[in-house]
């Protein structure tokens, strides 16, 4: 049977995926506002423990339609043993639809170009990027490891190789000081990458964090949802994409939004300039609805 080690995290669109922990905590581990791993040290799991976990499911349901590569951080896994994990997964399961897995700027950094693209051929096509911000103060504070610019350079290694990205963006993750730099800078990253899908989530302190604590001293600020509506619109009034699924549905969202950018741009925008206008009349989802 499939032994899961630890707290298990998958992205909200791989629901009905199989989850198959290839690796162990996260590599980088560092950011301040994530507490998804910080009980654990970042480790690669054998492939032979993971070749029997694929035997039993196989044995027990057949093939899953899709299959998540956990935890936080399988890409920083050597390319061979991933390489011999999807060899694995498509001789089990030849009709698989996809293989995913979340990437850090780290992991996305050490994988050459090749690398990616032989194992996008294995079908491991798509990866789950929190980009958080493009603006550089606010991802030192967070503690990302990179500029927004170095975050366009590594995410672009995956679109060479390939690749689909779904990408992350924290709403309030500048405070109200930098609110509107943190919006317009994470616009010019996301335009500078293109990714196939973009999201939305608010900043949330959650225990065992240093966001967390500094919360608990009263250092951070926590914008309102009409303050946070605002922030949403000029990041996506300042989007320049091609072809992009835009998603503000995760339960931390205070309000739920959907469309395809650039054709829902200009409605989704006037959407919230009525709802700045007249906030009375809002949708916001109430606090008790929100989680991480």
Request: negative net charge.
């Amino acid at each position: 049977m499939i032994q899961y080690q630890g707290s298990v995290y998958r992205p909200p669109s791989e629901a009905d995926s199989l989850i198959l922990q290839a690796t162990l905590g996260c590599s980088w581990n560092r950011c301040t506002f994530c507490g998804m791993y910080r009980d654990k040290k970042f480790r690669v799991r054998k492939l032979e423990e993971l070749q029997k976990e694929i035997a039993w499911y196989d044995s027990q349901f057949g093939s899953p339609r899709k299959v998540f590569l956990a935890d936080g951080d399988a890409l920083m896994a050597k390319a061979s043993y991933l390489e011999d994990l999807l060899l694995e997964l498509k001789q089990t399961w030849p009709d698989l639809r996809r293989i995913s897995c979340y990437a850090s700027p780290q992991s996305l950094d050490v994988r050459t170009v090749d690398e990616m693209a032989r194992l996008q051929e294995l079908g491991l096509v798509q990866y789950y990027l929190g980009i958080e911000s493009g603006d550089d103060q606010v991802l030192e504070d967070l503690d990302k490891g990179v500029d927004g610019e170095e975050m366009a350079r590594v995410a672009n290694k995956a679109h060479e190789a390939g690749v689909r990205l779904s990408t992350m963006i924290l709403l309030g993750a500048g405070g109200r000081a930098r609110s509107r730099e943190h919006a317009l800078a994470s616009a010019k990253v996301v335009n500078a990458i293109q990714p196939r899908f973009v999201s939305t989530l608010v900043m949330t302190p959650v225990e065992n964090t240093p966001l967390f604590e500094a919360d608990a001293r009263g250092e951070v600020e926590h914008l309102s949802p009409i303050e946070l509506a605002a922030e949403l619109r000029t990041f996506l009034d300042a989007l320049d994409l091609r072809a992009t699924v835009f998603r503000s549905n995760h339960a931390s969202n205070y309000l739920a939004l959907a469309g395809t950018l650039p054709k829902d741009q200009a409605a989704l925008v006037a959407g919230l300039d009525q709802i700045l206008a007249h906030p009375e009349n809002a949708p916001f989802r109430p606090d008790w609805l929100r989680a991480l």
